[in-house]
């Protein structure tokens, strides 16, 4: 079967043909069983040099290797160990010799230029055990987006392998920190989820904080603190077109859209205490959803958008509570030794990712939407500030160590098995990150 699918960004049109002769692509099972509970051992990939054009070629066997040594779920093969080269991607590599090195999955791929100029790559992915082709396809694009097709064949391969989306093709919003702790200027910026490609949104003048990105679109909203009330802010990142939403009186916290990105809900502070509001962003009619004399606020909406989590100091202490996204009474879910905060509904609703600060140690974790399960992933001195990647399968967040230093972003998976720094220019908090861009 051959199909085509189009894919539209800033940067231009991205054409994919599937390389797979006789039967569909993804024909086939999950290889890996990566779902909660299993007890899964990562697939050993061989990611050969692909061939063509020299300096394209290179950059896709590069970045494709480097997203599978931060997936956890794949492991890159040293190619130092590899039994051939590979003369003809679209042959079948001798099985026997891969076999030799443990490999259970061959990459195999060329890069180009089609006949009116614009950049052409394609890969094949080759299961050794059967010695089948079990994944391919074939790009055209911009040669602007040549990164891009790295990632978006890196979430190919992946997805066939674990029967789960990608999330090497995404984006990420942060807060750029630089200059001396007492005096930091803070932009707003996005960057690849690998730290590659970093642009500034805004120039430092206001402070800014607690960027979130729409489900459903390429905009994000975010507070912005200048010499007036707080703003609430709506940036479109492909247009760069930026709107206030609303100027509040007193002080507003954590803006996050709804799933259908036609709303967002927000923590507005009356007094000593704080509720939660939701917007509609069409008519910017507000409506109040919780009625307490506590600090309720860090709201995140249930997938389905029936739900909303929140932090809320209402028994005592700071703790992660739920309630329907229309009001009404909530429900207590953490129930741990310290204090929850910054709660965050999973993309595939399964998991909630809070923060724990217990004896001076800050730890990043995850529990059942009923409160039960709860597994610490990693903990330190100031972890904060989860995000998920669109497959729901990996954590951002930032470390602050104090002191002159600064904020770093992490990455981090589900089970807890690896923790990566992500790369960022200088100092760096508030990661959201991106739906998958294609």
């Not at 010799?97 to 100029?117: E, K, L, Y």
């Not at 694009?141 to 789960?164: K, L, M, Q, Y």
């Not at 996005?190 to 805004?202: E, F, K, P």
Request: hydrophobic letters at 35%; aromatic letters at 10%; proline letters at 7%.
């Amino acid at each position: 079967m051959v199909f085509t699918l189009t894919r539209r960004s800033a940067a231009g049109l991205l054409l994919g043909t599937a390389l797979a002769p006789g039967f569909p692509a993804y024909a086939q099972d999950r290889y890996l069983d990566v779902r909660p509970g299993s007890q899964f051992k990562p697939v050993s990939v061989a990611v050969t040099d692909f061939g063509g054009e020299s300096g394209n070629a290179a950059q896709l066997t590069s970045i494709i290797t480097d997203n599978f040594k931060r997936s956890v779920f794949l492991v890159p093969l040293d190619p130092g160990s590899f039994p051939e080269r590979i003369s003809n991607p679209d042959q079948p590599p001798h099985m026997d010799g891969w076999r030799g090195i443990n490999a259970q999955f061959v990459v195999t791929g060329r890069a180009g230029r089609s006949g009116d100029g614009r950049s052409q790559s394609e890969f094949r992915l080759w299961d050794v055990s059967t010695g089948a082709q079990v994944a391919g396809q074939q790009y055209v694009t911009d040669p602007n987006n040549s990164r891009r097709v790295a990632h978006i064949i890196a979430d190919a391969i992946f997805s066939r392998i674990t029967g789960e989306k990608g999330f090497f093709d995404s984006r990420v919003v942060f807060i750029d920190e630089t200059g001396p702790a007492e005096h930091r200027r803070k932009r707003l910026a996005i960057m690849d989820q690998d730290g590659a490609n970093v642009r500034y949104l805004t120039r430092g003048d206001d402070l800014v904080v607690t960027p979130r990105f729409s489900p459903s679109s390429q905009d994000v909203t975010y507070m912005s603190f200048g010499t007036s009330d707080p703003k609430v802010l709506l940036l479109n990142i492909e247009t760069g077109q930026r709107e206030v939403v609303g100027n509040f009186p007193g002080m507003t916290f954590s803006p996050r859209f709804s799933p259908d990105g036609q709303k967002i809900v927000m923590s507005l502070a009356q007094g000593s205490s704080s509720n939660l509001y939701t917007m509609d962003l069409r008519s910017r009619t507000t409506t109040r959803i919780s009625d307490s004399s506590a600090i309720d606020t860090s709201p995140s909406y249930s997938p389905d958008g029936s739900q909303i989590v929140f932090e809320s100091d209402r028994g005592g202490s700071q703790q992660v509570y739920v309630m329907s996204a229309g009001g009404g009474g909530a429900k207590r879910l953490s129930f741990g030794d310290g204090h929850y905060s910054t709660p965050v509904w999973s993309p595939k609703g399964d998991y909630i990712a809070f923060t724990r600060q217990k004896a001076g140690a800050f730890a990043i974790g995850v529990m059942k939407p009923d409160g039960s399960g709860e597994r610490i992933l990693t903990e330190g001195f100031h972890n904060e500030g989860p995000t998920w990647a669109p497959n729901g399968l990996f954590l951002m967040f930032f470390r602050d160590p104090g002191g002159q230093s600064g904020a770093k972003i992490f990455m981090c998976d589900i089970f807890g098995r690896q923790e990566f720094q992500v790369p960022t220019p200088s100092y760096a908090s508030d990661p959201a990150w991106s739906p998958l861009l294609n």
